[in-house]
């Protein structure tokens, strides 16, 4: 009971704080574009609607940084929604957004037409964990504690036992080919597998979105691709919806609609577009995505 109780207090700190600055260089809008992953979803209810988004934040100086202004966007249930852009755009600022882990400073996000930022700050920490699934470039995974103990953290922070919650866990590392894993700690795992247990973890509550900012950007080629090909199954086996924040145009291919970030806006392009092909941008900041 100790140790259930010693994971879930550590893993609801993090969850409750983002592990990453706020990006702060983006002024974007979206236009609607292409027919969703799932076609059977184009005639279904948006699982998200973002209306009017603007982010803004103060500099200490005359105007505050406007950050977002004007961001319309819908998601829906069980596509793959890709979001590319050159460092600096302000990808992970809409993702924070998206996953309530930042407060815009106006407009709307409808999460199954529900006002996500009418919500106190404990409602939001009760919905992040219910309802989104969270997968990093870095996979934040506890050291301390074994792969199936870290998928099950989620779970453990509602307060389920670990035998209770053990079944699931596992059924996500096999999911994943890490059965054999799932009591390895994460030191004597690979970056690739590392990266997989993230995924496991952030699909534990079996959230209705899963966000996810460069997932594989400490990935070589060799190993990100077969997160590519888990990500694009589990959307199509299990209508697991995603949104991912991307430099990588082998990872924005799986998506079913790509929308560029470029200079302030978000451009919708096709799948096989050459998305990872930015146009240079003087203001660009290489320490930002």
Request: net charge negative; with cysteine; charged share 25%.
């Amino acid at each position: 009971m100790y140790r259930a109780c010693r994971i879930a207090c550590v893993e609801r700190e993090r969850i409750r704080t983002p592990q990453y600055e706020i990006p702060t260089d983006l002024r974007s809008s979206e236009t609607n574009s292409d027919l969703p992953f799932n076609s059977s979803a184009a005639v279904a209810a948006p699982l998200l609607t973002v209306d009017d988004l603007v982010k803004q934040y103060d500099t200490g100086g005359d105007e505050p940084l406007t950050v977002l202004q004007g961001l319309d966007m819908t998601v829906q249930e069980g596509e793959i929604v890709a979001v590319v852009g050159e460092s600096g755009t302000g990808k992970s600022t809409l993702l924070h957004l998206l996953g309530a882990l930042d407060r815009p400073t106006s407009g709307t996000i409808r999460f199954d037409d529900e006002d996500l930022f009418a919500k106190s700050d404990d409602e939001l920490a009760a919905f992040r964990n219910r309802s989104i699934g969270f997968v990093f470039q870095f996979h934040h995974l506890l050291p301390e504690f074994t792969a199936l103990e870290n998928v099950a953290m989620p779970a453990l922070i509602q307060h389920r036992s670990m035998g209770d919650v053990t079944p699931r866990a596992r059924e996500l590392l096999d999911l994943l080919g890490l059965a054999d894993r799932a009591d390895h700690r994460p030191g004597t795992l690979s970056g690739g597998e590392k990266q997989r247990v993230a995924i496991a973890r952030a699909l534990m509550n079996e959230p209705a979105l899963v966000l996810m900012d460069e997932p594989t950007g400490n990935l070589d080629a060799r190993t990100a691709e077969p997160l590519h090909q888990e990500i694009e199954r589990l959307s199509r086996e299990m209508a697991q919806t995603f949104v991912l924040a991307t430099h990588d145009p082998s990872l924005a291919r799986v998506a079913g609609r790509v929308l560029r970030l470029e200079l302030g806006q978000l451009h919708a392009l096709e799948p096989s577009d050459e998305m990872a092909a930015p146009h240079p941008r003087p203001d660009d900041d290489p320490g930002e995505s």
